[in-house]
């Protein structure tokens, strides 16, 4: 799959505005109760042709969600967790702005998998892992922004938050 730098921009702004980039813990009980790390990479919108174009070119799914409010539209979600979703992070990686530490640990998690991908992972990278998820997990809190405040109010560059 091959993205042109305008297409990879374009989906990169809308990760940016209407996106969620994530992994989420899981136990798979049939194998050994053990907690396992799945990657999200979800786009959110209420036109149904950008989200059933995503899907057209990338794979993956779409979700509808009903409002209960008569005055809102049908939100419509494209969800990407197949080997897709490496090529599409790392296409639209160069372009993201808000997202773009979420779209690199998701990367990070995701390389992580490849090479233990079939095997037992070991105590190391079960702990990396799960030191991505919570890293992921304080980047998406919801709620005030960490970096609201202007670079002007800032007045030392100890105070800088990276």
Do not use: C
């Amino acid at each position: 799959m091959k993205m042109s730098k305008l297409t990879a921009a374009y989906i990169a702004g809308f990760v940016d505005g209407e996106g969620h980039i994530s992994i989420y813990p899981f136990v798979r009980k049939d194998r050994d109760n053990q907690v396992y790390y799945k990657a999200q990479f979800k786009v959110t919108n209420t036109n149904k042709e950008i989200i059933e174009w995503l899907k057209a070119s990338f794979g993956g799914w779409i979700y509808t969600q009903n409002m209960s409010n008569p005055l809102h539209k049908i939100a419509y979600t494209w969800s990407l967790d197949s080997k897709n979703l490496k090529l599409v992070l790392q296409s639209i990686y160069p372009y993201l702005k808000i997202k773009k530490k979420q779209a690199e640990l998701v990367l990070e998690k995701l390389k992580l998998a490849e090479k233990f991908s079939g095997m037992v992972y070991e105590k190391e990278q079960v702990e990396q892992i799960r030191n991505i998820y919570l890293k992921l997990r304080i980047l998406n809190k919801r709620g005030t922004s960490l970096h609201a405040e202007r670079l002007t109010e800032i007045t030392s560059k100890e105070e800088v938050i990276v």
